[in-house]
C-alpha cells in the first residue's frame, strides 16, 4: 500500500542548531509530496511540495526538502531552527492524500 | 489563508447521538477532505470529494457518512457517536487532484 513513514516521533533541538525531519514514502511511480507543519491548536500548514524536476524543493520559513529516490525519502531540513519552530511536522502523500504520524519538534533555548 | 471555516469548533455530546460537522470553503475548489487526528496517529483520511455528490471513502470511514450538495459545503456525519470517536476533525481543501491541501482551524469532539 502507498504510505509515507516518519520514524521520529519526537525531536528535541537547540536553538540555532541544524534541523533534519526524516520522511520515507513508498509509492510506485514518482510521488508528490508535501510537508506540512502544525502549531498547537492549529490548522496545518504548507511548508513545501515536491512535484518533479529539482530534487531540492525550497519552502518557507526557511525550510528546504530534498527528495532521493534511492532512499525513498523526502527529509525536511533548516541549518539553523528558531524557537518559533517548535510545533508538529507531517509528511504527506498525494495520490490519496495519505499523512504520516508527525514528528513533534522541541526547541531548547 | 483559504477560506475554509469549520462548524462548530467544539462540541461535546453524548454516546449514541447523532452528529454533524460542516466545513465551507469559498475557494471553489473541487476537492474537499475530512480527516481526524489522533496522537500518534497523525491525520487519517475519512472521506473526501471530488465534486457535488461524488464522494469516496477513505481509510477510516467506517462510522462516518458525508454529503456534498453544494460546491462549498461538505458535511461529515457521526450517525450514532462513539467514545472512540473523540478526536479532532480537520477539513481540507485542494483545487485538483494530487495537489496542495488547504486546511481548516478543526473542530474537537468530544464523546461521553
Known amino acids: 500500500a502507498q504510505s509515507v513513514t516518519q520514524p521520529d516521533i519526537h525531536i528535541t533541538v537547540s536553538e540555532g542548531a541544524s534541523l533534519e525531519l526524516r520522511c520515507n514514502y513508498s509509492y510506485g511511480a514518482t510521488p508528490y509530496l508535501f510537508w506540512y507543519v502544525q502549531s498547537p491548536g492549529q490548522g496545518l500548514q504548507l511548508l513545501l511540495k515536491y512535484f518533479s524536476g529539482d530534487t531540492l524543493v525550497q519552502g518557507i520559513k526557511g525550510f528546504e526538502a530534498e527528495f532521493k529516490r534511492s532512499q525513498s525519502s523526502f527529509n525536511l531540513r533548516k541549518p539553523s531552527v528558531h524557537w518559533s519552530d517548535a510545533a508538529e511536522y507531517f509528511c504527506?502523500?498525494?495520490?490519496?492524500?495519505?499523512f504520516g504520524a508527525g514528528t513533534r519538534l522541541t526547541v531548547k533555548p | 489563508d483559504a477560506g475554509i471555516t469549520q462548524s462548530p469548533r467544539h462540541k461535546v455530546t453524548e454516546t449514541g447521538t447523532p452528529v454533524t460537522l460542516r466545513c465551507h470553503q469559498t475557494e471553489n475548489h473541487r476537492y474537499m477532505y475530512w480527516y481526524r487526528q489522533d496522537p500518534g496517529h497523525g491525520l487519517r483520511l475519512i472521506h473526501y470529494s471530488y465534486g457535488v455528490k461524488d464522494t469516496d471513502k477513505g481509510e477510516v470511514s467506517d462510522g462516518y457518512s458525508v454529503s456534498r450538495s453544494k460546491t462549498e459545503d461538505f458535511l461529515l456525519t457521526l450517525e450514532s457517536a462513539t467514545s472512540s470517536q473523540t478526536s479532532v476533525y480537520f477539513c481540507?481543501?485542494?483545487?485538483?487532484?494530487?495537489?496542495?491541501?488547504?486546511f481548516g482551524q478543526g473542530t474537537r469532539l468530544t464523546v461521553v
Open positions: 504527506a502523500g498525494a495520490d490519496d492524500m495519505r
Open positions: 481540507a481543501i485542494s483545487p485538483d487532484y494530487n495537489t496542495e491541501a488547504f
